[in-house]
Structure formats: structure tokens, C-alpha cells
């Protein structure tokens, strides 16, 4: 519970559960708000504005020149600290573009976090989100910045830090519940955003969610796929329509509750991601949490660029017995996926109803 005159926001983890990556690539995706995990951004008033680094996500204290490469080696060299700065950073000159007035005060922002870490969950952007949902409370600017405008505000933040990111899971992280989103080039170029349709929570089968401790970068995993499709590569081109179309198809699956379709549509979804990538980008674990899940005849794919995935058994709770068993066996981690619901409150759907293209 926040104190008085603080504030807190918490986002959960997303699900990209059809036609991921394809947001990354003018498509379409059906993605879904994850309440097994969350980050949580507290926003407190201050004379000066702090930034505060959290004791363990940005570690600057080591034993060891040892412990310190070690965990550079695990981790990386970046924690939240330079997403809530973005965030930041983002959130102002959007305001000052906008010709939104910002009252003269200052505050300090912390956060904590237990989505595993770059595990394509979504954990960057979540800390982001949060942090713009506290902005736009403490400058009480929520009903000037529209619902459709937020996810391109926190994927700005990222891409303002090099990091090459898709708009789905702000999406997702925004919206909240469950989301079929569509990219198309001419709308996304002429509006800033995409188009959003939240759908039924309840159409959704039950989902499990494997991960393991095995961090991965999105931007470094996109990279290279990014440059070829931006240089015109007829076969990355042609195999991120057939992406995007798995999630119209998948649409439709759950509408009609085909799910036997629907878990055919999650294998290719994947099937088509290895073929793009290539098995050194996706990583042999990854690729592992993806077939230990087949072995048991679940469906199966990445939940973002890499580290979790969903898994669905169509057969039930015996295939899911089996599923925990071959996980256990590897170290894998299984997990009844929890979908939250939305949360966006009467001020946010006023800017939806009234001004949505
Ligand atoms: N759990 C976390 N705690 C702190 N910072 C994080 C966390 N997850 C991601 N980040 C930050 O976000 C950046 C990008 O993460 P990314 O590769 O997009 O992973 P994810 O799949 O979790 O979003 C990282 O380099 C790091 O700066
Ligand atoms: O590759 C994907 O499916 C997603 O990768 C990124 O998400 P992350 O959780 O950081 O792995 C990216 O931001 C998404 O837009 C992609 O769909
Ligand atoms: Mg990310």
C-alpha cells in the first residue's frame, strides 16, 4: 500500500501467445497480461529528483572482481535504473510536444521486480510502464495522454536506449487482460499505434508457463532478423506474414473454442520462429523448454524473444502430470499461467471511447 502522497503502479509479465514477433514486423499478435510475475514502480515526492537504483537489479557493490564478472557474465552490465530515466525522459518531451503543462515538482522513483530476468516475459517493459502509470498519476495527466498512445511511449523509452523491442508487450502491459493487436504499416504510421481489440479472458484454454534461469537479450536476439527483413529478405519477409496470420487464425480458434486448431497454430508459430533465427540465436535451452513440452504432445512456444514458454496440453490434467515430470527432470520451472485481468479505470477508457480513430 503506498503512503500518502506516494505513489505505486504495479504491471504484470505478458504472454505473447500467437503471432509474436511478428508486432516487431508492421503484424499482428494475440497477447496476454501474465499475474504470475510483476514490477512494481513507487513514486514518492522529493526536493530533488532521485532515481534510486535497486540493491540487487543494479548491483554496484561486489565481493570480488570475481563476483562482479560473474555477474556481468549472467546479468549483463544494466539493471531498471536507466528504464525508469527513459521512462522519464520519454514521458516529458511527449508532454512538451503535446503542449501538456507539468506543475513545478519533483519526486523520487524506486521499483522492484520479480519477473525473471530478460526471460521474454517482459520485464523491461514492465518496469517502464509502471514507471509512465506514476508519472501520469503525480502530474495528473492520465485523461491527456490516450490509452493507444502508452505502449508507443514505453517502447520509445527502449528503443531510446538501443534496446529492439515490439509494441505487444506494451500492449498487453497497458491493457491488461487479453489482447488481439494488429500493426498494419499504414494504420501504425498514420496513428502511432495499433489497433487494439481486448478479447474474453474465458476463451482462453489452460496454459502452463516454463521458464528457466537462462537470461537472454531481446534486442541482441532481433538484431540481425531486424536488418535482414529492413533489407527486403523475400524468406524473413514472407515467414513473418505467415507469423502474423497465425494470430488472426488464432483469433478465430478461440472464438469458435477450435483448440486442437489452436494448439497447431502455437507449433508453427514457433516451428516458423526457429526457421527465421536460426537454433544459435534461439539458444539450445530455450529450444529444449520448447521440446520437452512436444515430447508430452503439448503444444509450445516462446512467450517473447526467449527464455519462457507457453505450453498447452489439450489432452488435460494427466498431459499436464507429464509435462511436469519431464520439466522437473531438466531443472525447468512449470507454472499454471494466471491471466490478469484489466485494469485500466474510467479516466483511461474515457480517452478509448471518445477519441479512438
Ligand atoms: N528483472 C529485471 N530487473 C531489472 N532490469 C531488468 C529486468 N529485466 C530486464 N531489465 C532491463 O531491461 C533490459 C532489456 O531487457 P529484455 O532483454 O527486454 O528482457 P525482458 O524479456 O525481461 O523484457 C535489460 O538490459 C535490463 O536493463
Ligand atoms: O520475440 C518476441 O516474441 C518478443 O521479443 C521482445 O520481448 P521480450 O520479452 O523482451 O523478449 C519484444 O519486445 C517483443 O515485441 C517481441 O514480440
Ligand atoms: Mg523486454
Given amino acids: 500500500m503506498a503512503e500518502r502522497g506516494s505513489i505505486e503502479h504495479e504491471v504484470h509479465a505478458r504472454i505473447g501467445l500467437l503471432g509474436n514477433p511478428s508486432d516487431v514486423y508492421s503484424g499482428r499478435t494475440i497477447s496476454l497480461s501474465l499475474s504470475n510475475f510483476s514490477a512494481t514502480v513507487r513514486l514518492e515526492p522529493s526536493d530533488r529528483l532521485v532515481i534510486e537504483p535497486h540493491p540487487t537489479h543494479d548491483l554496484m557493490h561486489f565481493d570480488s572482481i570475481d563476483h562482479l564478472v560473474d555477474r556481468l557474465d549472467s546479468e549483463g552490465y544494466y539493471g531498471g535504473v536507466r528504464l525508469l530515466m527513459s521512462a522519464c ?70 528503443n531510446a536506449l538501443g534496446i529492439v523491442a515490439g509494441l505487444q508487450d506494451r500492449v498487453a502491459q497497458v491493457y491488461g487482460g487479453l489482447v488481439f493487436m494488429d500493426f498494419n504499416k499504414e494504420h501504425t504510421e498514420k496513428f502511432g499505434h495499433g489497433i487494439y ?62 483448440y486442437s486448431k489452436f494448439a497447431d497454430l502455437m507449433n508453427r508459430n514457433f516451428d516458423l520462429r526457429r526457421s527465421m533465427f536460426g537454433e544459435d540465436a534461439l539458444g539450445e535451452l530455450n529450444i529444449k523448454m520448447v521440446e520437452v513440452a512436444r515430447k508430452v504432445g503439448a503444444a509450445s512456444k516462446f512467450t ?54
Fill in 89 to 158: 525522459n520519454v514521458f516529458l518531451k511527449h508532454c512538451r510536444e503535446n503542449g501538456i503543462q507539468l506543475r513545478m515538482a519533483n519526486f523520487k522513483l524506486s521499483y522492484e521486480t520479480n519477473i525473471p530476468r530478460q526471460t521474454g516475459l517482459s520485464g523491461s517493459s514492465a518496469i517502464v510502464c509502471a514507471a509512465l502509470n506514476c508519472l501520469l498519476d503525480f502530474y495528473d495527466v492520465r485523461h491527456l495522454i490516450r490509452v493507444e498512445v502508452r505502449p508507443s511511449l514505453v517502447l520509445a523509452a527502449e
Fill in 197 to 258: 481489440t481486448p478479447m474474453d479472458i474465458n476463451l482462453l484454454p489452460p496454459l502452463h508457463l516454463i521458464f528457466a534461469e537462462n537470461p537472454s537479450d531481446s534486442g541482441k536476439v532481433h538484431s540481425t532478423v531486424r536488418q535482414r527483413w529492413l533489407a527486403g529478405d523475400k524468406f524473413i519477409i514472407s515467414s513473418m506474414e505467415e507469423v502474423a496470420n497465425l494470430a488472426l487464425e488464432g483469433r478465430k480458434a478461440l472464438l469458435e473454442k477450435d
Fill in 304 to 357: 517473447g524473444s526467449g527464455g519462457a514458454v507457453v505450453a498447452f496440453c489439450p489432452e488435460g490434467p494427466s498431459q499436464v502430470k507429464l509435462l511436469e515430470n519431464e520439466c522437473a527432470k531438466l531443472g525447468f520451472v512449470v507454472q499454471p499461467v494466471q491471466v490478469a485481468p484489466s485494469r485500466l479505470n474510467d479516466i483511461d477508457l474515457k480517452t478509448l471511447a471518445t477519441t479512438t480513430p
